[in-house]
């Protein structure tokens, strides 16, 4: 016989010891949860520091780490830009004064292939000047002679110049030599040979001009003594390319390209 829901009910209660207690559970989860957060707050401490410290210079460096770190570069991206300080002194308006190392003896290639291709070797005068300037005092003859040859009267000619290398009235010779980089074929304390990357400017900038200037592509191979306190020119030679493919540019306007070549300077030291 069911029950009927006005009869009393009956509530049954535990012994203490058996009850269970939300109170105490609540307070076994706090110190839990306490402690997580702490773990959790030195673990991050932990990794920030190890990551401010990741670009710190280590304490026993010389401070030349970042030198001798250069050469190393991305994936696929070839050398980094690398060399020793720029030289401070110089010597009939060329850099002198190299280190007497790899990088040094680059660097001096870098500079004397700016020399060897700039318009003073077109005039006899200059042209003998860059040559004693660059060249090591045992070969500055044959040296000498060899680019009086390549810069004969008719290789001026060619360029529209003079026999004295002096350009038509109201035109402007260009002759500039830009390295794009060097490599090192071979080094010793006392010679080193080396390739230098180059484009170059070559023509007659201004309105009349037959002679237009136009890039080229070459690689200058410079053998290289220690001599006197510097790197010295001993040798070359030259060859044409690599060139890239030409871009997709407009050519200036004879104007533009006079304006350019009378307003910006070359470069003395090029690495």
């Not at 060329?94 to 500079?111: E, K, L, R, T």
């Not at 038509?168 to 010779?173: A, D, E, V």
């Not at 010295?232 to 407009?250: E, H, L, N, R």
Request: aromatic content about 6%.
């Amino acid at each position: 016989m069911p029950l009927s829901d006005d009869q009393p009910h009956t509530r049954t209660r535990l012994p203490v010891g058996e009850q269970p207690s939300s109170q105490s559970n609540q307070r076994q989860s706090r110190p839990l949860r306490t402690l997580l957060t702490i773990l959790v707050v030195v673990t991050l401490l932990v990794i920030a520091i190890s990551i401010a410290n990741r670009g710190k210079p280590d304490p026993g460096d010389s401070g030349h780490s970042a030198d001798r770190a250069a050469p190393s570069a991305a994936s696929g991206a070839g050398p980094a830009p690398s060399g020793d300080q720029p030289v401070t002194t110089t010597a009939n308006g060329i850099a002198s004064g190299f280190p007497h190392s790899d990088q040094g003896a680059q660097s001096a290639a870098a500079n004397y292939a700016v020399a060897i291709g700039s318009a003073d070797m077109f005039r006899t005068d200059s042209r003998h000047t860059i040559v004693a300037t660059i060249a090591d005092p045992g070969a500055v003859a044959t040296l000498q002679s060899r680019l009086d040859q390549g810069f004969s009267p008719e290789t001026a000619a060619r360029y529209g110049l003079d026999a004295q290398g002096r350009a038509p009235k109201n035109l402007t010779f260009v002759s500039r030599t830009v390295p794009v980089g060097t490599k090192s074929t071979g080094y010793n304390d006392g010679e080193a040979k080396v390739e230098v990357w180059c484009t170059g400017l070559t023509g007659l900038a201004g309105q009349l001009s037959v002679q237009p200037v136009t890039t080229n592509w070459f690689t200058l191979t410079l053998a290289l003594r220690w001599t006197g306190g510097d790197w010295k020119v001993t040798d070359f030679s030259s060859k044409q390319g690599p060139a890239p493919m030409p871009g997709d540019q407009q050519a200036a306007t004879a104007d533009e390209i006079t304006g350019a070549v009378q307003q910006f300077g070359g470069f003395r030291y090029a690495r």
